[in-house]
């Protein structure tokens, strides 16, 4: 339980990403620059924090060990999940692409064959999470209706793919890298590492945008370090500490993983208070409530799992 709680307060955290990615739209900022501007920002945070923990020579090790592998894995969990949501932004309210963004809790259960357990062996996809994680997926479809029937189809293929795209990359990244690094750095290395090792991609947008759309505003780069100490800092960091308390257990990180749906009712409130944005219709909200009964459904199983497991060890 403590590590489902963990990953609320993390959802809670990068629910600030959507909203404010959607405000930096609709002030006609360019998501080439909230994109880059993010990763910018994280940076000397997570060297500070690194510093303090003096963690830089076990992280220097690990990249010089496997630099292609942290590239590429840095590449997915990092560019290919925020580029896409940033440039989803522009399609559809936060609350639309933070429920979309959901997916990444059925990818997270169907991606358990490509990593290894505990014992060494190759993970099944653990079938009751990916029972109660299609519920998850029932709600988020119900939310895309209202959407789907007031737009047309090009609009909706390019604010949901790249959400999708994004939801696969995520976690395959994320998980990948802590095959990679095998416990040996603890998370603050881990996303300061993969933070320097994406920034090739940061460097490419940010030329990208100064030649297109030219430098950005200030209330864009004052929202864009927002999103970066709460989302890139705070909620990444807590959320890589829920799914590497539990990595081995498939059933256990799908769990971590779902509390992810819960952004989308922190997105609905905070983009009502704030942007003034219209409430959900009532299909919509219905589609958040089976996404609230499925979380609740995933913390009840790994409770389950985790006395099961207790009892084993005793026995």
């Known amino acids: ?46 060297i500070v924090i690194v510093f303090m923990r003096r963690g830089f020579k076990p992280l220097q090790s690990e990249i010089k060990k496997a630099p292609v592998a942290w590239l590429s894995w840095s590449f997915v969990g990092f560019g290919l999940f925020y580029a896409p949501l940033t440039f989803a932004a522009a399609f559809g309210p ?30 099944s996809i653990p079938k009751t999470s990916l029972l109660i994680s299609l519920l998850i997926l029932g709600g988020i479809v119900l939310i895309q209706i209202p959407h789907a029937s007031a737009t047309n189809a090009s609009t909706l293929f390019l604010g949901v793919f790249p959400v999708l795209v994004a939801a696969f990359a995520y976690p395959l990244g994320n998980r990948k890298m802590m095959a990679v690094c095998d416990s040996r750095l603890d998370t603050f290395e881990r996303v300061l590492g993969m933070t320097i090792m994406s920034m090739p991609l940061w460097i490419v947008l940010a030329i990208c945008a100064l030649f297109t759309v030219g430098l950005p505003s200030a209330s864009q780069v004052l929202n864009c370090l927002l999103v970066a100490v709460s989302s890139g800092v705070i909620a990444t960091i807590l959320f890589f500490i829920a799914t ?72």
């Open 244 to 315: 590497d308390r539990v990595r081995h257990d498939q059933g256990r990180l799908a769990a971590v993983e779902a509390t992810q749906s819960t952004e989308v009712l922190f997105v609905i409130f905070g983009e009502v208070l704030l942007l003034h944005i219209a409430l959900p219709t009532p299909l919509a909200f219905a589609g958040i409530f089976i996404i609230i009964v499925g979380m609740l459904l995933h913390s009840l199983h790994t409770m389950l799992l985790a006395k099961k497991s207790t009892m084993q060890a005793k026995s």
């Open 94 to 123: 936060g609350w639309l692409v933070s429920g979309t963004w959901q997916f990444t809790i059925v990818a997270g259960v169907l991606l358990a064959p490509l990593f290894l357990n505990a014992k060494g062996l190759r993970a």
């Open 1 to 46: 339980m403590t590590e489902i709680l963990i990953g609320i307060i993390a959802a809670l955290f990068f629910a600030f990403t959507f909203i404010l990615n959607h405000a930096m739209e609709l002030d006609g900022g360019s998501w080439l620059w909230s994109a880059s501007l993010r990763y910018f920002f994280m940076v000397p945070f997570l």
